[in-house]
C-alpha cells in the first residue's frame, strides 16, 4: 500500500494562493494515478483533480479550473496542486489519494486505494 503525507496547507486570504504537496512512499507509484479531493464540515466529499502516471491525462471540478493546477514529479514521489485566485468556498480539508485506475479517482472515490490524512486550508474574506 501507498503512504501519502500533504502540506502546503494554510491560513490564506481570498484571492491568495498555496501550494499543496503529496509525498508518496512505501511502494512504487509505477502506474498510479494521483489526485486530490477535499472536505468541509457538514458537506460531501468532493473530487478536486486527478492526473494520470504520464502527467498527459488531467481533469478538475468545473469549480477550480483555471485556478488550479495539479502536477506531479514521478522521480521524486511527488504531486502538487496549485491554487490560486482562492475563494472562502475553498476551504477544507485537502486530501491526497492514489489510485491503480485514473478515471476511478473522480467516478469511484469509494474504491480508492490509498488517501493521506489531509491538510488543512482556510480562505478569510
Known amino acids: 500500500q501507498v503512504q501519502l503525507v500533504e502540506s502546503g496547507g494554510g491560513l490564506v486570504q481570498v484571492g491568495g494562493s498555496l501550494r499543496l504537496s503529496c509525498t508518496a512512499s512505501g511502494r512504487t507509484l509505477s502506474d498510479y494515478a494521483m489526485g486530490w479531493f477535499r472536505q468541509t464540515p457538514g458537506k460531501e466529499r468532493e473530487f478536486v483533480a486527478a492526473i494520470n502516471w504520464y502527467g498527459d491525462r488531467i481533469r478538475y471540478v468545473d469549480s477550480v479550473k483555471g485556478r488550479f493546477a495539479i502536477s506531479r514529479d514521478n522521480a521524486k514521489n511527488t504531486m502538487h496542486l496549485q491554487m490560486n485566485s482562492l475563494r472562502p468556498e475553498d476551504t477544507g480539508v485537502y486530501y491526497c489519494?492514489?489510485?491503480?485506475?485514473?478515471?476511478?479517482?473522480?467516478?469511484?472515490?469509494?474504491?480508492?486505494?490509498?488517501w493521506g490524512q489531509g491538510t488543512q486550508v482556510t480562505v478569510s474574506s
Open positions: 489519494v492514489a489510485h491503480t485506475a485514473y478515471s476511478d479517482i473522480y467516478t469511484r472515490a469509494a474504491d480508492i486505494d490509498s
